[in-house]
């Protein structure tokens, strides 16, 4: 194998500013490394071949500065991005770091912040449009309770339906050319976050007024967390056609959420996760969400941004390899792979239901088959350590 494992923008990787900005800060320490200024970081990111950066309004111009001070540091922002040639992929609202934020932002019992929620995306979605961001990201990383007394989660999910169904509105009102996505987690920072997993929130899309222009934007590490598979999340969120954005990164089971370097944890799992996204068609970006860890210093951080890259290329090659190996062909063959793909009864008619009720089945014959999955499964196993 001799893949090459640099990225080139038509791989269309991206990373947050949050991401490679991260300063090691967490509940129990203060940052550890200095700040990297925008323009560095989006240099860094372009000489590691990346398509796209995404940004939090508050990661770009200064919450609360003048007008004047914001305009300037967008503009800088502009300029740097035409000097590296980096793409504007996605843009998000910051609604959790404020204190004002600390019940909620659309879900906040209290009208006025959640007036003011809305207010802070409509003038971030003006952005985004300017920067011609295709995806704009919500997490509702406030959006929950500790105590289930505080709220009437029935209220709370008609409130975030509401701004939602607003912001849609906006957007098509201004004609903006910019579809939305929703970002599930199950707790962390709240006791207990609405729209937990990819599952409630592909339920609650159905809800909304325009739904046709809002999908998900799944996260490894907060599936994960819940100790579901992230795979069958992305895998249904694309049979449904919402797999509009994903947040890669890795995670263990159980724990809080840890944003590792993607790969650098479950490699089963991406095999397959990078497999699926390769062989779908996904024609999004891959967007890092992840960081460096604490004990890392700034060169520590593009070794982390470089270890992304360099795992998911690593995967996509060897789900190639994988793919065109007969004896995987053969083992699938065997198993009934591609024979999930026919229908089993077709469309319902009388006549299809008189002639199943006709069919004579031998279910010991049928029960006595083996599928041959640990066959397959080990074939998975060699081609991952490199021993097929
Ligand atoms: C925050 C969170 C991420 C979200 C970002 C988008 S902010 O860092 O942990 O998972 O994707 O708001
Ligand atoms: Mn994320
Ligand atoms: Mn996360």
């Not at 590792?260 to 891959?286: C, M, P, Q, T, W």
Request: proline share 4%.
């Amino acid at each position: 194998m001799s893949p090459e494992l640099t990225a080139r923008p038509e791989h269309k990787f991206s990373f947050g500013l949050w991401t490679v900005g991260n300063r090691g800060r967490d509940p129990f320490g203060e940052a550890v490394r200095p700040k990297i200024e925008v323009a560095d970081m989006l240099r860094g990111l372009a000489d590691l071949g990346v398509y796209g950066v995404s940004f939090h309004d508050d990661d770009l111009m200064t919450f609360g500065a003048p007008e004047s001070q914001r305009r300037a540091e967008l503009d800088a922002f502009k300029k740097t991005l035409d000097e590296t040639g980096l793409v504007c992929s996605m843009a998000t609202t910051n609604l959790f770091y404020h204190p004002v934020f600390k019940d909620g932002a659309f879900t906040s019992n209290d009208p006025q912040v959640r007036r003011y929620a809305i207010q802070k995306s409509m003038r971030n979605i003006d952005v985004a449009a300017e920067l011609g961001a295709p995806i704009y990201v919500f997490w509702g990383g406030r959006e929950g309770v500790e105590s289930a007394a505080a709220k009437d989660t029935r209220d709370a999910l008609a409130r975030y339906a509401e701004a939602l169904d607003f912001l849609a509105g906006y957007v098509k009102d201004k004609g903006y050319d910019i579809r939305f996505a929703l970002e599930p987690k199950p707790n962390e920072p709240r006791g207990d976050i609405f729209l937990p997993t990819v599952g409630h929130a592909l339920g609650f899309i159905s809800t909304l007024e325009h739904q046709e222009m809002v999908g998900l934007n799944p996260e490894v590490a907060h599936e994960t967390m819940s100790g579901l598979s992230f795979y069958q999340g992305v895998a249904q969120t694309l049979w449904q056609g919402k797999l509009f954005h994903i947040d890669l990164n890795d995670q263990r089971i159980g724990r809080f959420d840890q944003d590792f370097r993607f790969g650098s944890e479950g490699i089963k799992d991406h095999f397959f996760l990078v497999r699926l996204l390769e062989n779908s068609g996904y024609a999004g970006v891959k967007h890092f969400d992840a960081h460096a860890y604490r004990t890392e210093d700034v060169e520590g951080v593009w070794d982390f941004a470089r270890g992304c890259i360099r795992n998911y290329l690593a995967l996509a090659e060897k789900a190639r390899e994988f793919d065109s190996d007969p004896r995987v062909a053969a083992a699938m063959s065997y198993t009934g792979v591609p024979q999930l793909a026919e229908p089993s009864v077709g469309p319902y008619s009388t006549e299809a239901a008189a002639g199943l009720m006709d069919e004579q089945f031998d279910v010991d014959s049928l029960a006595s088959r083996g599928f041959g999955i640990e066959k397959l499964d080990q074939l998975v196993v060699d081609h991952i350590l490199g021993i097929a």
